[in-house]
């Protein structure tokens, strides 16, 4: 197969190095920058056309364009939404390369009381790059993420239709695309994947990278023959600045941030300073940001209900609070130079770092029943636990573009790294040191109230009691987790003119190495081995809950374990404590893992306009090869031990665009493509994380989901700066991933809870997209400055699962992360540099895993959100306010039914209120 795709690309790049051979001599290139007259920036997704030809093109981020013509005299078209349309007489002659600069005038003087660089600046940028593109794509651009109250780059994204994002700690965190797992995304940084720094999966967790740092976000959900194919859900590309304009720009912020639940204040800021030389060949453009967050949330958690027996018994609450400090550290730069009108070379750099100290208390109250249904025994647990983590990305990204008047070329290296660091994290466990008992009052399942509690019989016992609790365990872990990617690409684009068609071709490859690892550093468990019991009154912190839960909860919850006493403690009684060194090193041994992945990429394209349709059509191949190196339990000697294993396998991925303009304000497009997901790291390395009640192993004979998938749409720009869109989307999937869940043997353990990832056999999903957004300054007087954006999803798919556990088989169920109805709205209004803008986002109840036998299922949720801002000083500072989650949404997750709750996270609003400057 590698064979014939390899003789089969010489002979496409002999074919048409004879085609653009005998086509040199009837070609030129003109290019250039588009800009905007009144604030100088560029103009990404300009359309420049040849007047009376379908034969154009657009700019690209930085507001460059290159278009091949036929040589003569003719006059050249450029249009910008939102910017007035300009003609230009152009002569050139066959072989030359001629610099035109086009500058636009802003649109409609019905726009002069509306700050034109923000709300509609940045909608304009977007509907322009979505307009132009060749494929189906969503764009935010940098403006309209500062117009929403969004810290980071997952929260930006839930904007787009058919985007929805999971959640942490009230902080958006992973992104799911038209209802798949994270896992079916593509995430890049300037078009190369980001390696993960979860030790499990493959997918990046995006609240690690602050929205300020970026130009613009792009979510592709149809993909092409250029870009990776295992992008099932879609390609979402996060770039970088570049410096655009000669004149030195300062811009920044500086803001504090309150938390209601936390009660504390922090701060946040950032700076970017970018220039380019006066000739244009040399740019620049640094950027830093950093902000602290108070986090604070508190959480029950329901681990189990009886309703077959009594009716609303619960058989163990947990009561969290988490307290989350939260420190985003980012930075990123570009450096270009134009060697000369035909070579163009650059170096990006970015870093981002998420560092997070967590201190989780806990109270836990479990019921034990015989077969008659009554309880013959209470515990109760009191834990502390403080886990200290950091969290990055960093990337560099080295290449550059040669453009001739017979082709174009562009390759880049790149070397990024993830890494997770968990140091220290630290758990204290005391349980009850007497009989205890209770009852729950769960007339409210999402609310229950805690009556008759009893310490050895005293009906008035203190429930805030410490010296109620005696030490049961203290653990200590440290781990490490590492994902590497040196990356090498090169494409070539060959005008083509077949007839009175202008068209390219298009190829290239791609090498990219990753080392992927995790390793547990340390692992103990400890018991008091001591003369005299320990109770928790000789190193409790004091500190009493009150108003649990916003006040719901008729208990106060508390005290806890002190760091500190207990440090000191340890630290001077070490040796009264024992542990199992040959279960740590069990521990260590079985989830710890090296592993290599090296794809081989390659790909043929081919585009034409032909009149009204645009045809881009190809094929890409990607071959995978697969190495690890890992922990396993051996039967025969009851003991872990190291093996090896490797895997190899291949995908050819036709793709079909089409893209018709019925006007200039109107355009169909459909796709049909074919492309792949990778199982994830942890579920493909032999190994196991367990503990003597259940037991999650690895699958080495997982193979990847494969995908059809077919889109249709429609958008109508509007004539005001505005678009209504809508469309359907289809997708077959084949040898779809869930977790299965039986009971066995396992490292020892008898009849445990065993979960393993396998291949089911094929789910579909399909559902439509609507969206619309206008600003409506065609409205008389006051109105004119209202704006409005809509958009909806709706997704339905549906999964066949057999042997979800030993006695139970589920059909026709729906795909994890799939939410029926997803919607967005937004109503702002602009006028004389004022901005202020509503927004809410909706996502409906949808599967978020599978939980030995049961659905976990994330019930739908609803938040409101609010902006405003007012600049001053010919708008170079601006004054802001945010507000998010005014309506104080929870979080809940249920077991199968909406009847049972297993989780309620309550998080509480936060705001913003600063400063932006431009200079």
């Known amino acids: 197969m590698k064979k014939l795709i390899i003789n089969g690309l010489f002979l496409f790049l002999l074919f048409s190095y004879q085609i653009s051979k005998a086509q040199s001599d009837s070609k030129a290139l003109i290019k250039g920058v588009v800009k905007d007259v009144t604030s100088k920036t560029t103009l990404p997704g300009a359309n420049i056309k040849v007047a009376g030809t379908f034969n154009g093109t657009a700019t690209n981020l930085n507001g460059e364009y290159s278009l091949y013509v036929t040589p003569g005299k003719f006059e050249i078209v450029v249009s910008y939404i939102g910017n007035d349309t300009k003609t230009i007489s152009v002569e050139v002659a066959a072989g030359e390369t001629k610099i035109i600069n086009v500058s636009l005038e802003s649109g409609s003087t019905e726009l002069d009381d509306i700050v034109v660089t923000g709300i509609l600046g940045g909608q304009k940028k977007a509907l322009n790059q979505q307009k132009s593109s060749d494929n189906l794509k969503s764009v935010i651009s940098s403006d309209q993420m500062g117009n929403f109250p969004d810290q980071n780059s997952a929260e930006s994204l839930q904007r787009i239709q058919g985007v929805n994002v999971l959640k942490d700690e009230g902080d958006g965190r992973f992104v799911m695309v038209r209802g798949l797992a994270p896992s079916f995304t593509n995430i890049s940084i300037n078009g190369e994947q980001i390696p993960s720094p979860e030790s499990e999966s493959r997918f990046m967790a995006l609240d690690a990278i602050p929205s300020n740092q970026l130009a613009s976000l792009e979510v592709s959900k149809s993909i092409t023959p250029d870009m990776d194919g295992d992008a099932i859900g879609g390609s979402i590309n996060l770039i970088t600045p570049t410096a655009t304009g000669t004149d030195l720009s300062i811009s920044g912020s500086a803001a504090l941030e309150y938390n209601n639940s936390s009660q504390k204040a922090s701060g946040l800021g950032s700076l970017t300073i970018s220039k380019r030389s006066k000739n244009d060949k040399f740019g620049f453009i640094v950027s830093g940001s950093y902000s602290d967050s108070k986090k604070h949330s508190e959480r029950y958690k329901f681990k189990a209900w009886d309703d077959d027996e009594t009716p609303n018994e619960l058989d163990e609450l947990k009561i969290y609070d988490y307290e989350i400090d939260r420190t985003r550290i980012g930075f990123n730069s570009t450096i270009d130079y134009k060697i000369n009108d035909k070579n163009k070379i650059y170096f990006r750099s970015l870093y981002s770092e998420l560092r997070e100290l967590e201190q989780r208390r806990s109270i836990a109250m479990a019921s034990e029943y015989n077969d008659e249904d009554l309880v013959v025994e209470y515990e109760m647990e009191n834990v502390f636990k403080y886990r200290p983590e950091n969290q990055g990305v960093y990337s560099f990204n080295l290449g550059g573009v040669y453009e001739n008047s017979k082709f174009i070329f562009d390759y880049e290296a790149a070397i990024s790294q993830a890494f997770q660091v968990t140091d220290a994290k630290n758990e204290m466990v005391f349980e009850n040191a007497g009989d205890v008992s209770w009852t729950f009052d769960n007339s409210n399942r999402l609310s229950p109230q805690i009556t008759g509690f009893t310490f050895d019989g005293d009906s008035n016992a203190d429930f805030n009691d410490a010296s109620m609790y005696e030490f049961k365990s203290y653990e200590i872990a440290k781990t490490l987790a590492e994902d590497k990617n040196v990356t090498a690409k090169f494409n070539m684009a060959i005008p083509i003119k077949l007839s009175k068609y202008f068209g390219e071709i298009k190829f290239g490859g791609k090498l990219r190495m990753k080392d992927k ?47 500190d006493k207990w440090d000191s403690f340890y630290n001077s009684n070490s040796g009264d404590f024992d542990n199992d060194p040959a279960k740590s090193e069990e521990e260590k041994t079985l989830a710890s893992y090296n ?51 490797e895997n190899d396998y291949s995908y050819l991925l036709p793709m079909l665009h089409l893209k018709y303009s019925i006007n200039d304000n109107n355009i169909i497009r459909s796709s049909i493509t074919k492309s792949y997901s990778r199982p994830n790291f942890q579920d493909l390395v032999q190994g196991a994380t367990f503990n003597d009640e259940e037991a999650e192993i690895s699958n080495p004979n997982l193979v990847p989901v494969e995908a059809i998938n077919l889109d249709l749409f429609s958008e109508h720009y509007l004539g005001s700066i505005g678009l209504l869109s809508g469309g359907l989307f289809y997708k077959k999937l084949d040898n779809f ?105 909706y996502v409906d109840s949808y599967i978020k895993e599978f939980d030995g036998g049961d659905l976990v299922i994330l019930d739908n949720r609803t938040q409101l959100d609010f902006s405003m801002s007012q600049a001053f000083a010919k708008n170079k500072w601006t004054a802001y306010v945010e507000l998010i989650n005014l309506t104080d949404a929870n979080q809940v997750e249920l077991f199968n039914t909406s009847s049972t709750p297993k989780e309620r996270q309550h998080y509480g609003f936060w705001g913003r209120m600063g400063l932006r400057f431009n200079f």
């Open 595 to 645: 592993a290599s992945e090296d794809v081989y990429a390659g790909y043929l394209q081919g585009k034409i306009q032909m009149n009204k349709m645009m045809i881009l059509a190809g094929l890409r191949y990607e071959n995978t090869i697969f190495e690890y190196s890992s922990g396993v339990w051996d039967e025969d000697i009851e003991a872990p031990t190291k093996v090896k294993g």
């Open 737 to 841: 991933i869930y977790q299965q869940t039986n009971n066995g043997d396992f490292a020892g353990y008898q009849d445990i809870e065993i979960t393993q990832s396998i291949n089911g056999d094929e789910a579909t999903l399909f559902g439509f997209e609507i969206g619309y957004q206008q600003d409506l300054t065609f409205l008389p007087g006051f109105l004119k400055g209202f704006i409005v954006y809509v958009n909806y999803t709706y997704t339905k798919s549906n999964a066949t699962v057999e042997n979800f556990t030993q006695d139970q088989d589920l059909t026709d169920i729906r795909l994890p992360g799939q939410a029926e109805n997803i919607g967005n709205a937004a109503l702002a209004y602009a006028h004389k540099g004022f901005k202020a803008r509503f927004s809410v986002n």
């Open 517 to 563: 690892s995790f390793e547990i550093q340390d692992f103990e468990e400890y018991e008091y081995a001591g003369a005299e019991d320990m109770l928790l009154n000789n190193f409790d912190d004091g500190l009493i809950l009150e108003g649990f839960m916003d006040g719901e909860l008729n208990q106060d919850i508390g005290p806890y374990t002190d760091k």
